[in-house]
């Protein structure tokens, strides 16, 4: 069936996506400003070639490569279990994975320097940020696997493998994670994005991550924030257009599997 | 049927928190047997299928397969192929992935060893032109088939299906239980099939086992357990019929001023408090002539099942005793609620079970 829309709607869909893109087609128009009535790509051109723009950028890169491995070492194995032998134990888990929500990330971060101390290669160095990233990221790393794993009827998919002759290694490797797929994308790329733009447990850690340098530049070169802002803005988008798209390609494959 | 016994369960006991679920329970199935456990919902029937696959743990009891103890063995420990209720295809794989998922787990065969035996597999279930289709892209039915031949491609020593046909629709069903049977058959593998439908159950098996509350009362062929109920659960459970209770007198049942003709009341003690059971294919209506022994009766219901019409009577001298006759459809002209008719039964006909 073909869906009408009336005048009403089209400019309910106008009047957002305005809201939506003219602030962004003012950013670009800004970043692109050079002083005057002058144009031009300079705020980029500066920005790409300043060492501390890649190396940020890099470190931000590989906290969310950490943090991503470690949420799922540790969220995967837990949440399967749970809902295969614990299910009674999920509004605990619900409980926990909104904490991040309700505490402020100056209070998590204080109570965290203070809980999680070690040796000086993850104290003293970023790596120790995959800790609050950790915790930061849990709402949307549990939420979109719990999505995943509730469209699956796991404990017959097992209950199916292991009548079968697998063990628990192969039956997660080889039957649950290929349908958990799309949940698995979604997460790693919402801890993804919240990891790139995370700035409060970074600045206040003394780390040099890439959403320190977007402020930090705002400090002194406005337009090259802009053009920070407007690239930062990119790679979230990319990514999220990943979280549609994966979970789309999925959706008809899990029709049948219930 | 029980030949050499394949499977064997002794004293299994189930026990969730302060319910006990299964009660000490004995079974054992030939081998290349069919049998079902059939029973009401919570009867116990599928968490004694879940125990002979290794899911659950019982309390008390062992379980024996060949004579080897498989009561401690984990469930991918055990050589059995189940088919479960839900759909159970791995959705990420194609027929063809799902039916040798087992045998590459198991490493039976070499590659291409394993993709010819999936191949005739689902030959067999009749699904071999959907070997590259995945589970979303095939029926509910299809699934299940494939489900079939991926339980079988492991070599089980038990076939285990818990209810799978309850899904599908009624046609479907009836198409893929004969086949279920064919294949049972074809390939002789001892099999316990749950189901809560009594026509599933009594056209497929060799044996029936009918449950109630975590007992088995009642383990025969189909016909014996039809035709000769062992107690009034059975009796009510399987198959339709009246049930009137009365006091056993001389060779028929007291009910009320009605004396109902029934031989086996006469191996009862006079005056033992006792229920009848008939069935409706052994009740004949008459319109106008009454045969001898024939009671006055009312119609007060027909039914229509296409070939056959069930007829629900009150007897004119006990309107509270309520019968049954089936007779076919096109000889029902004339019958009409609320007409009377004379109602006979042979006297061999009647189950009587004495009451405690």
């Known amino acids: 069936m073909k869906t009408q829309f009336s005048f009403g709607n089209w400019a309910i869909i106008l009047l957002a996506l305005a809201f939506f893109i003219v602030p962004l087609v003012i950013t670009g128009m800004f970043s692109l400003w050079e002083g005057g009535s002058r144009y031009g790509f300079s705020a980029y051109q500066l920005m790409f070639s300043t060492t501390d723009f890649w190396k940020s950028l890099f470190l931000s890169f590989r906290l969310s490569v950490e943090t991503i491995i470690v949420t799922f070492v540790l969220l995967v194995p837990a949440m399967i279990f749970v809902h295969l032998k614990a299910p009674q134990l999920k509004p605990l888990f619900e409980f926990i994975s909104n904490l991040p929500f309700v505490i402020p990330a100056i209070a998590l971060i204080d109570g965290l320097t203070t809980l999680y101390t070690g040796p000086s290669w993850l104290i003293s160095t970023p790596n120790y940020l995959v800790i609050p990233y950790f915790f930061l990221a849990l709402p949307y790393g549990y939420r979109a696997l719990e999505v995943g794993l509730t469209t699956l009827d796991v404990k017959t998919l097992t209950e199916a493998g292991q009548s079968l002759g697998a063990g628990w290694g192969r039956i997660i490797l080889t039957v649950l994670l290929p349908n958990l797929r799309s949940a698995l994308i979604g997460a790693i790329l919402l801890i993804f994005t919240t990891v790139i733009g995370e700035f409060t447990f970074a600045s206040v850690l003394l780390f040099h991550t890439f959403a320190v340098f977007i402020n930090d530049t705002g400090q002194n070169a406005i337009t090259e924030a802009a053009a920070l802002s407007l690239v930062s803005f990119l790679i979230t988008w990319v990514f999220m257009l990943g979280v549609l798209f994966s979970g789309r390609k999925d959706a008809g494959q899990l029709k049948g599997a219930r | ?356």
């Open chain 2, 1 to 356: 049927m029980l030949q050499v016994p394949g499977v064997t369960l002794t004293g299994i006991s189930k026990i969730y928190g302060t319910r006990t679920v299964l009660h000490e329970l004995n079974l054992a199935l030939g081998q290349g047997e069919l049998l079902c456990l059939l029973g009401p919902s919570g009867c116990g029937k599928t968490t004694l299928l879940r125990i002979l696959a290794g899911f659950e743990t019982p309390n008390s009891g062992s379980i024996t397969i060949n004579g080897v103890d498989v009561t401690q063995l984990p469930p991918n420990k055990r050589r059995m192929g189940m088919v479960f209720q839900a759909y159970s295809l791995f959705p990420n794989m194609t027929a063809l992935q799902n039916v040798c998922f087992g045998p590459r787990v198991r490493g039976t065969g070499t590659r291409a060893e394993q993709i010819a035996e999936g191949e005739r597999l689902l030959a067999m279930v009749g699904l071999a032109s959907h070997t590259n289709k995945f589970p979303h892209q095939l029926s509910g039915g299809q699934q299940q088939r494939v489900a079939l031949a991926r339980a079988l491609a492991v070599k089980p020593d038990i076939l285990l299906l818990d209810e799978p046909l309850s899904a599908l629709d009624a046609k479907v069903r009836t198409q893929l239980r004969a086949e279920i049977r064919r294949i049972q058959l074809e390939t002789k593998i001892t099999t316990v099939f749950v189901t809560h439908d009594q026509e599933e159950a009594l056209s497929i098996s060799d044996r029936v086992a009918v449950m109630n509350e975590g007992h088995i009362l009642q383990i025969d062929a189909p016909a014996t357990i039809y035709r000769a109920p062992a107690n009034a659960f059975v009796a009510r459970f399987i198959g339709a019929g009246a049930v009137l209770r009365g006091e056993a007198e001389g060779t028929g049942l007291r009910f009320g001023e009605t004396l109902l003709p029934a031989n086996a009341a006469g191996a009862l003690p006079r005056g033992a408090n006792a229920e009848m059971f008939l069935r409706p294919e052994h009740v004949t209506l008459h319109g106008h002539e009454a045969p001898p022994g024939a009671l006055a009766a009312r119609i007060t219901e027909l039914t229509f099942f296409g070939s056959l019409t069930r007829i629900k009577l009150a007897l004119t001298a006990a309107p509270e005793a309520e019968l049954w006759a089936d007779m076919a459809s096109d000889g029902t002209e004339g019958f009409v609620p609320g007409g009377n008719v004379f109602a006979a039964w042979s006297p061999d006909s009647p189950r009587v079970i004495q009451l405690e």
